[in-house]
């Protein structure tokens, strides 16, 4: 079992640009999150979907959109990237609400 | 409210001292109350949990003590190894079925020394 896998692991990104990051998960867990994690700011979550098909919004979601067309993918896209979403990106999933499963995160700087 | 209040930020121990990480959190709604370890490139681990009905917890050198009149929870590493040198985060469950959420605290990093 591979776990929880997140691709990539490194990106930089110019202002405006926008890309799409792929959370996997072999665990056949129906809940998937997006966190950010930012120095001193813990780990923040930015949206989740407890299903195939659906998504909701968490803490910090503007800026950012996901989509889950897939029970074991979750993907986080940025519209136009600002200097601000600059951060290490964790997907985390889970069986039910129970205990997360976090991948190795992405690490994202935007220029 | 929502927060979860992290202490202290950093925090250094000499091998086989005890390292004490404290939590505290205001919403008496959070049912559920994990501890995460963190290495450097890694993603956050499931460390040890606990439910408010119980006031300890202990696996191995990790002890979880709860407070829920003080709405407190620490977590104590005994006889602390170079190993155990990680950030580590406080968490807190809250919503309702469905609903679920984590809120983090902001983390400890600690370092112990050899």
């Known amino acids: 079992n591979a776990g929880v896998t997140q691709t990539p692991k490194f990106r930089v990104l110019k202002t405006g640009q926008s890309m799409t990051l792929l959370c996997a998960q072999d665990?056949?867990?129906?809940?998937m999150y997006w966190y950010r994690q930012d120095p001193g700011m813990g780990l923040r979550l930015i949206h989740y979907s407890v299903g195939e098909g659906t998504t909701a919004k968490g803490e910090v979601p503007d800026g950012y959109n996901v989509s889950r067309l897939k029970k074991q993918n979750f993907l986080l896209g940025l519209e136009s990237a600002a200097p601000s979403q600059t951060s290490v990106y964790f997907c985390?999933?889970?069986?039910?609400?129970?205990?997360?499963?976090f991948g190795p995160g992405t690490r994202l700087t935007v220029l | 409210q929502q927060q979860v209040k992290q202490s202290p930020q950093s925090l250094i121990v000499q091998k086989g001292g005890i390292s004490i990480i404290n939590c505290a959190y205001e919403n008496t709604a959070f049912d559920y109350f994990p501890w995460y370890q963190q290495f450097p490139g890694k993603g956050p681990a499931l460390l040890i949990a606990i439910r408010p009905d119980v006031s300890e917890k202990k696996e191995g050198r990790f002890t979880i003590s709860f407070n829920k009149s003080a709405k407190q929870f620490s977590l104590h590493i005994m006889d602390s190894q170079p190993g155990d040198s990680a950030t580590y985060f406080c968490?807190?469950?809250?919503?309702?079925?469905?609903?679920?959420?984590?809120?983090f605290g902001t983390g400890t990093r600690l370092k112990v020394l050899a």
């Open positions: 968490a807190a469950r809250g919503g309702t079925s469905g609903t679920y959420k984590y809120i």
């Open positions: 665990m056949n867990h129906e809940y």
């Open positions: 985390a999933s889970s069986l039910l609400w129970r205990e997360q499963f």
